[in-house]
Structures are given as C-alpha cells and as structure tokens.
C-alpha cells in the first residue's frame, strides 16, 4: 500500500487525474479494467468515496456496499460472464494482499478460476 496518505491512487483515476480503461461511471461509483489483468476479463469496481478498505466498513456504508455487489454483477453480466460464471474477489489488508488502499471489487472472469487462491 502506499504510505503517502495524500494520494490515493484510485481516488485520482476517480476524479479523472489518471487515465483508465473505464467500463462504467456514474455519481457513486466507477468501474475500469486492471492495469494487470490475472484473467481475460479483469475488472475493478470502487466507490468515488475514499474507503480505505473492508476493515473500514461501517453500518452507514451498508447501502453502499449492497449497490456496489448489485453494480458488479450487472457489470460480470454485461461482459457475457453469467453462463460460464466469474468470482468477485476484495483483498483486505497485507495477508489479504491488498496493495491499493482504496475498497475495490475485483471481477474475473473468461477462464475457469483454480480454488483454493494461493
Ligand atoms: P489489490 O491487490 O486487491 O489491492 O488490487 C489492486 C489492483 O489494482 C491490482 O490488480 C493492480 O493490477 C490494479 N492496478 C494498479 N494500478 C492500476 C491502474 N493505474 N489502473 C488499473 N488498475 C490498476
Ligand atoms: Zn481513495
């Protein structure tokens, strides 16, 4: 993670400061395909508010949290993954190999993914 605590890297491609491969945009949330994609479809969905993590989820981000899941998986639908499936992934924290301190789902998909994750 980055340990300048004012930059953050996702809230800079959020607010349009670094380019993106963007899949969807609108006022909570932003969607764009990772830089390094570990499957044929790889693709990040965060919410525009800094939220450093899972571990900093509180109860008034419950609604945020379920839109985000709705979000992703019309998104997972949309790239054609519902028939042969795809995984939502969120890292927390360094054991969670986490390396972007800004809340982020992961969606892969396009090949079948092994289990358990390394
Ligand atoms: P995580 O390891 O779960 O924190 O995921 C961070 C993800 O962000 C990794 O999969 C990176 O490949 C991806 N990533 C890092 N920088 C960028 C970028 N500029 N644009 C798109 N994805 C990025
Ligand atoms: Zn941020």
Known sequence: MNSDLSFCLFCDIAAGKIPCDQV???ENFLAFRDISPQA???ILVIPRQ???GLTEL???QAAMA???LVLASSIAAKEKLDAPGYRFVINCGQ???QTVGHL???ILGGRALGWPPG
Request: hydrophobic fraction near 15%.
């Open 40 to 42: 044929p479809t790889h």
């Open 58 to 60: 509180n109860q008034d």
């Open 50 to 52: 800094h939220i450093g």
């Open 66 to 68: 379920g839109q985000l």
């Open 24 to 26: 969807h945009s609108d």
């Open 95 to 97: 054991d969670g190999g």
């Open 104 to 106: 982020h789902l992961h």
